[in-house]
């Protein structure tokens, strides 16, 4: 491993992103299609069930990240499936299991504090605060309140997002970005960290929008790597950190096919210890990894760096 024999671990908190390969751990999922064949009672009392039994499913993991030195968790956002679909959303209330419901997320969310295990969530691509489509604004505005609504049961402090589509002006999509910022509220905007992508928004675009707004900037350095614009990992490490009042958190990935063959973008089954920037070793920060081999990805990646000398 290159450029790491001298350096010790002094602060990664490792994350493991949202499912488990070989635990039996299983977060369940409603289908939309499926669901819609029955009246609402039976539709609410399926989702109820299905949402309980996901609250048990995250305290198992967390207990499990306890158990197993790892330090952050990235909740799916499926956690609560359809909650803002236009058909068959719901308020937690409406739910039959609702007292329960709220108890198990409570009770995984003080685990989680006692284990000292950091909790966060990444909507998915199709939330867009930038996109020109007013309707596609308020429907990602009802994605990031959910999220908001769960993050307040269970403590999870960190909801990253991506920037979205340019939509062929990416300064005039990033005014719009900084503008819907701006009026999101409180417990959305707390929250809310921007990350750069692959294909549209470099560091160096959002990082002045993330200074400006009081932003935190979650660097992923794969993305980056994909995406180049001319700023150093070191520089944008620095940036990045200094847009964070609370622990930074960044992501780790490797390319599937390798960074001088085929398409660099997908997320390798595990992480190449080279890809792990010197320069984050000696950081408090959280460090959630994103491969698809998820726990076992995260245990070979440390004893990698165990073996190595990288850490202790």
Not at 119 to 135: G, K, R, V
Not at 165 to 180: C, E, M, N, S, V
Request: proline share 5%; glycine share 6%.
């Amino acid at each position: 491993m290159n450029n790491l024999m001298n350096n010790r671990l002094a602060g990664i908190r490792w994350g493991l992103c949202c499912l488990f390969r070989d635990e039996p751990i299983r977060f369940g999922i409603r289908q939309a299609a499926h669901l819609g064949r029955f009246d609402r009672s039976r539709q609410l009392a399926l989702l109820s069930a299905t949402i309980l039994a996901n609250g048990q499913a995250l305290e198992a993991a967390i207990d499990y990240c306890g158990r197993n030195h790892i330090d952050a968790f990235r909740v799916n956002s499926r956690i609560f499936p359809l909650k803002t679909h236009p058909r068959l959303g719901y308020q937690l209330a409406e739910l039959p299991d609702a007292a329960a419901i709220a108890a198990t997320y409570g009770r995984a969310g003080s685990r989680a504090a006692e284990l000292d295990i950091r909790l966060s969530f990444h909507p998915d691509q199709f939330t867009l605060l930038a996109s020109p489509d007013e309707d596609v604004t308020a429907r990602s505005l009802d994605e990031l309140l959910y999220h908001a609504e769960v993050a307040d049961l269970i403590g999870a402090d960190v909801i990253t997002l991506h920037a979205g589509g340019a939509y062929g002006d990416k300064q005039a999509a990033l005014g719009r970005l900084a503008g819907r910022i701006d009026r999101l509220p409180d417990a959305v905007r707390s929250r809310l960290a921007l990350e750069n992508d692959d294909r549209i928004y470099t560091p160096a675009d959002l990082l002045p929008l993330c200074a400006a707004a009081s932003i935190p900037f979650v660097y992923d350095v794969h993305h980056h790597r994909c995406l180049g614009d001319g700023l150093s990992i070191e520089e944008v490490t620095e940036r990045a950190l200094a847009t964070w009042t609370k622990e930074p958190l960044f992501h780790l990935s490797s390319p599937k096919e390798g960074w001088h063959t085929g398409n660099p973008r997908p997320h390798h089954d595990f992480i190449d210890t080279d890809d792990l920037p010197p320069c984050w070793l000696p950081l408090a920060i959280t460090v959630e990894v994103e491969a698809k081999a998820k726990e076992v990805a995260l245990h070979r990646l440390r004893h990698d760096l165990m073996s190595c000398g990288a850490i202790s």
